[in-house]
């Protein structure tokens, strides 16, 4: 997921506090265990609030942890992957030239307003998210649209007026609807994975003025729909959100699939992550994400569950070009070198963790076996350093504080280990601690003003784009380098029709960055859940397609 994410850190005292709240929902629960009825509250410890409850306008994890719930898009996920599968449409068909895509949707389905699901919805939110204007273009809202698409129908923004691969949509009948491109656009099934694409009822969206939008881009103010009215299809229907402490889902009594055990999902916002793990002992919640990989061990050993997603992630430690210091490629393989990756896995990463070798895992399409590789060999680092003339090296060592990221659930530890490895090769490291928020992204992103940084990414869906696109399709500050040729090769390998030709090509962009080696991909870790041992068939996904009327609680 975006990595612009901000989530603040408070204090374990606040978080008891919202964890009461939780413990308050279930005290009817508790009594009816008790005479021997089944429980059906689930509650989840959220490290934020969601952004929003527009889907439309998410770009974040805990944004879409809670709108995977309420709402549904026409391509799901295969369970336990990150490959596309039909959701609300069955199936779909692309034309050999990969301008039109007809999907053949799903019948019977309603909103929750009770407003039909049909192919005249489905080209209402084509046309919305193509039309949205002014603020609404966002990438603090619409960003999934503006980096899938291309661009609007629209804009005062040169780079994004009429520049989208959208061109209209039509309802051929009630359940077919066409989708015609302007040119080709491979990774759009995958894309439409996102909840941020979500078919929302178009009858709620006008009522509630779902598009008003007030304030500049820097802080703006959402309309009532996107607090208090989000209507889709999924199994559970918006009842409450307490900022700062909850949001209350309920189920949906005329959801069209299996509405399950659970009845009531309870977010908890915990924002300190040992506190959400106190709030799991204490069963005040049913559950947590981004289990800390020194509570892993302990955690198991006293009952509780620990689910795993399969690693769908990558973290790197750039280094920037625009730092005279890093200029010369020498250096930047002499500090690849003289990390011990399979070492920092085993020290400072979770259990099953996988050694990176490209910017991509290996789960998706164009990660490249043959890539240049960089194994650890200190003399190596030392004699690449002389050659280049910097022996003795010091370089500023940015890293975040104050957050655990699936990719980093531990940055201190990674960068004492990476800072112990360079140092025995010579290499001073000046250490740069920095909060996550807003501080740490706004510079590493935003400016040319740091050395080394450690830093990763969550994939959105299976495509190479969404990972070495995101890094390395344009300059950006990050990297501090400018290479057109590279640019070029990573933006026609995303458009390649042919899925042979387009996989190729990616595996020929990564060969290309790692020669480059503009920064070095460490690890994919695995990210943890931690859940009550009486919880059942947590969904876990790589991409975080989790939606829990799959869940049973029980012995």
């Known amino acids: 997921m975006k990595t612009f994410l901000r989530v603040a850190a408070s204090g374990a005292a606040l978080a008891l506090v919202l964890t009461a709240c939780a413990a ?3 005290d009817g629960e508790a009594a009816q265990s008790e005479t021997g009825g089944s429980r059906t509250t689930f509650v989840f410890a959220a490290s934020s609030d969601p952004a929003s409850l527009d889907p439309a306008f998410a770009n974040d994890g805990e944004t879409f942890r809670v709108a995977r719930q309420m709402f549904e898009g026409l391509v799901g996920t295969v369970p336990g992957t990150a490959d596309p599968a039909p959701l609300l449409a069955e199936s779909w068909d692309v034309s050999e030239d990969g ?37 609404l273009q966002s990438e603090s809202l619409s960003y999934y649209w503006q980096k899938v698409n ?10 994004l007026d009429g520049t989208g691969k959208y061109e209209s949509c039509e309802a051929s009948d009630a359940s077919t609807a066409v989708v015609h491109l302007a040119s080709p656009l491979p990774e759009l099934v995958s894309a439409l994975s996102l909840p941020s694409f979500s078919i929302q009822s178009p009858a709620a969206l006008e009522k509630y003025d779902a598009d008003g939008v007030t304030g500049g881009e820097e802080a703006p103010v959402l309309p009532e729909y996107a607090k208090a009215h989000p209507t889709g299809t999924g199994p559970y229907i918006f009842e409450s959100w307490s900022p700062g402490e909850q949001v209350v889902l309920a189920s949906n009594p005329d959801y069209w699939g299996d509405a399950g055990q659970i009845k009531k999902i309870v977010f908890t916002v915990i924002s300190d992550a040992t506190a959400r793990r106190q709030a799991l002992q204490a069963g005040d919640i049913d559950g947590y994400d981004l289990v800390g990989p020194a509570d892993v061990e302990a955690l198991d050993e006293a009952g509780f569950q ?9 973290l790197y430690l750039a280094m920037n070009q625009a730092n005279p210091e890093l200029a010369d490629v020498k250096v930047r393989q002499a500090i690849a070198h003289a990390i011990d990756k399979e070492a920092l896995v085993a020290q400072t990463l979770p259990e099953g963790t996988e050694v990176a070798t490209n910017f991509v895992p290996p789960a998706v399409d164009g990660w490249n076996k043959d890539v240049a590789t960089y194994d650890y060999d200190p003399e190596k680092a030392k004699a690449l350093l002389a050659e280049a ?19 980093m659930p531990t940055p201190e530890q990674v960068f004492t280990a990476i800072s112990a490895d360079l140092a025995a090769v010579g290499i001073t490291v000046n250490p740069v601690p920095e909060p996550w928020n807003p501080e740490y992204l706004d510079r590493m992103q935003g400016t040319a003003d740091h050395g080394i940084h450690l830093l990763g990414w969550t994939g959105d869906y299976n495509d190479t784009y969404n990972f070495i696109g995101v890094f390395f399709g344009a300059p950006a500050n990050e990297w501090g380098f400018d290479d057109p040729a590279l640019f070029k090769a990573i933006g026609d390998a995303r458009y390649q029709a042919d899925k042979a030709a387009q996989t190729a090509a990616y595996e ?3 060969a290309q960055i790692m020669e480059l080696l503009p920064g070095i991909p ?11 041992a009486d919880i059942h068939g947590y969904p876990a996904s790589p991409v975080q397609d989790e939606v829990y009327n799959v869940i049973t609680i029980g012995d």
């Open 508 to 510: 020929a962009a990564n």
């Open 389 to 407: 003339g910097k022996s003795n090296l010091t370089i500023d060592f940015n890293y975040p504080t104050n957050v655990s990221r699936p990719y």
């Open 522 to 532: 460490l690890a994919h870790p695995v990210p943890s859940l931690a859940f009550k």
């Open 24 to 26: 308050s929902d279930r």
């Open 306 to 314: 620990i689910v795993n997603r399969d690693p769908f992630n990558v």
């Open 150 to 159: 291309g661009g609007f129908a629209s804009s005062d923004v040169p780079g």
């Open 99 to 135: 301008l039109e895509y007809t999907f053949h949707l799903k019948e019977g389905v309603k909103f929750h307003d009770g407003t039909d699901f049909d192919a005249d919805a489905v080209c209402f939110n084509f046309e919305r998210w193509n039309n949205f204007t002014g603020v």
